[in-house]
C-alpha cells in the first residue's frame, strides 16, 4: 500500500492543521541530513579518512591496552632494531617505539582538537559581533584582525612559547589564542551575507534581542564554511605542534609526541642507519593530516549546496 504524506492526510481530514506545519518542516530537515550524508558518503577519500581517524582516536583511548610496555619504562636493549619482541625497535634510551607511538597519539589528537575548539570559539563570537554590529566595531575589529595576521605565524608561537614555557596545556593555549582571526573573518564574512534575509528581519520585527539574533538566528546558517575551516584547522594544529616539539620547545621528554619522537632524525646516523626511530613518527603525522584533510574535502563537498 502506497505511503500518504501528510499534506494529503490533511486534506483528507486525518492529521491536525497543526500537525501539517510542523511535520513537512521536519521531513525538509531530515531530507537535508540525508543527503548531506549521502553527498559525503560519496567521497570515497573522505570517508577513508573519517575511518583512519576514528581508528587513531581509539588508537589515543585505548594506549593503556594497545601498547605493549609503558612509553617511559628503560628496556634491555638500546636503539633495538625492530624484533618479535619490539615490533618497532627501541629508541637510544631503550624505549619501546611502538609504545611511545600509541601514546604520542593522544598528545596530537588532543592538542589539534583542543587548539580548534578554543580559537573556534573565540573566533566565531568576534566575527559574528563585528558583521552584524559593522561600523566602528567591525573597523576595529578588522584592523586588529590584520595585526594578527601580518606576523609570521609560527615564529609568534616560539616566542611565546618560549615566554610561558613549554608543554602541552601552553601549546593547545597558543595555538587557540593565535588562530581565531581567520575564523573570525570567515564568520564576519558568512555574517554580512546572511543579516540581510528576510528571516533575519522578521526576528528583528518580532522584537527579539541582538543577542538571540545573532547566536539563534544567524550563526545557525554560518556553520558550513566553519566545519570545513575547524577540520582542516587541526590538521595544521597537529603540524604546528610536530615543528615545535622537533624544535626543542614542544612537548618535552620524557613525554611522548610524534614531534620529538621526530628528534632522533637531527643524526645523519640515525637517518641512514636507524630509520625505526622516525619513519613511524613521520608516518603517523602524515597519515593523520591527510585523514583529516580528506575529511574537510568531504564535509566542504558535502555542503556545498551546487552539488545537491
Known amino acids: 500500500m502506497p505511503a500518504v504524506s501528510w499534506r494529503e492526510q490533511a486534506e483528507k481530514g486525518t492529521v491536525p492543521a497543526v500537525e501539517l506545519a510542523v511535520k513537512p518542516a521536519a521531513e525538509r530537515q531530515e531530507s537535508y541530513l540525508q543527503n548531506v550524508i549521502k553527498q559525503?558518503?560519496?567521497?570515497?577519500?573522505?570517508?577513508?579518512?573519517?575511518?583512519?581517524?576514528?581508528?587513531?582516536?581509539?588508537?589515543?583511548?585505548?594506549?593503556?591496552v594497545l601498547a605493549p610496555y609503558d612509553p617511559s619504562t628503560i628496556q634491555d636493549e638500546f636503539s633495538a632494531p625492530p624484533s618479535a619482541k619490539y615490533w618497532l625497535g627501541t629508541d637510544q634510551v631503550g624505549r619501546d617505539v611502538l609504545s611511545r607511538l600509541i601514546y604520542a597519539s593522544r598528545i596530537s589528537l588532543s592538542i589539534g582538537l583542543g587548539s580548534v575548539a578554543i580559537y573556534v570559539a573565540i573566533g566565531t563570537v568576534i566575527g559574528a559581533v563585528a558583521g552584524y554590529y559593522g561600523g566602528k566595531v567591525d573597523m576595529i575589529v578588522n584592523r586588529i584582525i590584520d595585526i594578527f595576521m601580518s606576523f609570521?605565524?609560527?615564529?609568534?608561537?616560539?616566542?611565546?612559547?618560549?615566554?610561558?614555557?613549554?608543554?602541552?596545556?601552553?601549546i593547545i593555549l597558543v595555538l587557540g589564542l593565535l588562530g581565531w582571526p581567520a575564523v573570525a573573518r570567515l564568520v564576519r564574512g558568512s555574517v554580512l551575507s546572511i543579516k540581510q534575509m528576510e528571516f533575519v528581519k522578521a526576528a528583528q520585527a518580532l522584537g527579539l534581542?541582538?543577542?538571540?539574533?545573532?547566536?539563534?538566528?544567524?550563526?545557525p546558517n554560518a556553520m558550513a564554511p566553519l566545519l570545513v575551516n575547524a577540520t582542516f584547522g587541526a590538521a595544521t594544529a597537529i603540524l604546528s605542534e610536530s615543528s615545535l616539539s622537533f624544535l626543542g620547545m614542544g612537548v618535552q621528554p620524557p613525554t611522548a609526541?610524534?614531534?620529538?619522537?621526530?628528534?632522533?632524525?637531527?643524526?645523519?646516523?640515525?637517518?641512514?642507519?636507524?630509520?625505526?626511530?622516525?619513519?613511524?613518527?613521520?608516518?603517523?603525522?602524515?597519515?593523520?593530516?591527510?585523514?583529516?584533510?580528506?575529511?574537510?574535502?568531504?564535509?566542504r563537498d558535502a555542503l556545498d549546496p551546487k552539488k545537491k
Open 152 to 170: 609570521p605565524h609560527l615564529m609568534v608561537i616560539l616566542v611565546l612559547v618560549t615566554i610561558i614555557g613549554p608543554g602541552l596545556s601552553n
Open 257 to 299: 609526541s610524534w614531534g620529538n619522537m621526530l628528534t632522533a632524525a637531527q643524526s645523519i646516523t640515525t637517518l641512514k642507519s636507524e630509520p625505526w626511530l622516525w619513519i613511524p613518527s613521520g608516518l603517523m603525522i602524515v597519515i593523520t593530516v591527510l585523514a583529516i584533510n580528506f575529511v574537510g574535502d568531504g564535509v
Open 40 to 64: 559525503f558518503l560519496r567521497h570515497k577519500m573522505a570517508v577513508a579518512g573519517l575511518l583512519v581517524f576514528v581508528i587513531l582516536i581509539l588508537m589515543a583511548a585505548l594506549a593503556p
Open 209 to 219: 534581542s541582538k543577542r538571540q539574533i545573532i547566536f539563534q538566528e544567524i550563526l
